[in-house]
């Protein structure tokens, strides 16, 4: 898996995403010990805790896996294009000449 650069918003969301994931599982898990000694009235708030944190683990993947497909793109396009070798600037495949610094390819 590609994971987004450091102080990305990407990151941020992920990483906020997997903190509310934890919170929630760790107190949806907590209430139902003693869930199962009082009755519905803590099992139901603790499952939907439990089921709010798993949609959260769910939106991380999902925010995780747009990353990695919009990286797998722009690796895929910049594959196609030519590099200049003076200054490093890509250029379309047909190019004859670099669109930065003029110099032939």
Known sequence: ?????????????????????????FF?????????????GLIIPALCLIVLGIVFVAMRYRVLRRYA???????????????????GSLNPDKAERCISCGATL
């Open 1 to 25: 898996m590609i994971l987004p650069p450091e102080g990305s918003n990407t990151e941020n969301r992920a990483m906020m995403y997997m903190i509310m994931a934890i919170m929630f599982l």
């Open 69 to 87: 497909k919009d990286v797998m793109a722009l690796r895929k396009e910049a594959s196609v294009k030519i590099r200049c070798r003076y200054c």
């Open 28 to 40: 949806g898990f907590f209430l139902i010990i003693p869930g199962i000694f009082v009755g519905l």
